[in-house]
């Protein structure tokens, strides 16, 4: 019974380890980024100690004294001591399990809860369409063909529910314009009933995409670009970077992920 304990709680520590090591592998911590951390480390100790708690509790219980003559009564006092350890043990392992499931299986929250809570609870968001929102990374494509990327459509469409979002982009006439209306509306955008036309901003320079964003005064702006996302660091909440690369010395309220979905968790 010990042993399955043991190894209930070695394999709990370990896939503490692995998530800790995942989230500071792939994400820039702020302070209330540590400061969560640091709370799932003061709630594994407290957790151990809980789980640590009945086998200490049995070990210090006083053995009875048994009688010397061997009866009926007595053996099947044994069956049932027997039986009652065996239930204690499976109780105690599966108590392990239901800890580990309940913090490391993202099946019990929903991806709107996640979103929400990625976004930390911002109400309105910017957020570029090249490279992010769109398989085309250039004005120029625009000019042929606009196509909104299929694996980031949940996400997209999450976050025009939980708030006040605007596209934006550089283009180089009114026929990129239209392309690109007419891709996001063939993909849905605009029948969640979160974004409309209006929202979706367009303008010839990039000087003018740091402008709409300064004037919203969004709490979150996404952007591909690291020169835009550097000058907006001062005026700007939160930042999301969509870059394989990151920046070399990132202001603290600047995160990077390679792609929007991945920062919300869609890929793994």
């Known amino acids: ?3 399955n304990s043991k190894e209930g709680l070695l394999q709990f520590m370990k896939r503490i380890g692995a998530f800790l090591t995942y989230k500071f592998s792939n994400l820039h911590l702020d302070s209330r980024s540590v400061g969560a951390l640091a709370g799932l480390a003061f709630a594994t100790v407290f957790i151990w100690r809980i789980l640590r708690a009945p086998s200490e509790s049995r070990r210090r219980q006083p053995k009875r004294q048994t009688s010397t003559s061997v009866t009926p009564d ?28 309940e913090i490391f299986h993202p099946s019990k929250v929903t991806f709107s809860q996640i979103v929400q809570q990625r976004l ?22 625009l000019q042929k063909q606009a196509t909104v990327r299929p694996s980031v459509l949940e996400v997209l469409l999450e976050i025009t529910k939980l708030s006040d979002f605007y596209l934006m982009e550089r283009v180089l006439d009114d026929e990129s314009e239209k392309k690109v209306l007419a891709a996001l509306e063939d993909a849905g955008v605009f029948t969640s009933g979160g974004l409309v036309k209006d929202k979706v901003l367009f303008c010839s320079t990039e000087n003018g995409r740091t402008s709409f964003v300064r004037q919203l005064e969004p709490d979150w702006h996404i952007d591909s670009n690291p020169e835009i996302v550097t000058q907006l ?11 394989p690369v990151k920046l070399e010395r990132p202001p603290s309220n600047v995160f990077t992920s390679s792609s929007l979905e991945h920062f919300f968790g869609c890929v793994v």
Do not use: W
Not at 74 to 101: C, I, P, T, Y
Not at 120 to 141: A, H, Q
């Open 1 to 3: 019974m010990a042993d």
């Open 74 to 101: 007595v053996g099947g006092h044994e069956l049932v001591s027997a039986s009652s350890s065996g239930v204690n043990s499976r109780s105690e392992d599966s108590r392990v399990q239901n800890v580990v499931n």
């Open 120 to 141: 930390s609870e911002g109400r309105k968001v910017t957020c570029r369409m090249l490279d992010i929102i769109l398989e085309e990374s250039s004005p120029e494509e």
């Open 233 to 243: 660091s001062r005026f700007i909440k939160y930042q999301l970077h969509i870059s």
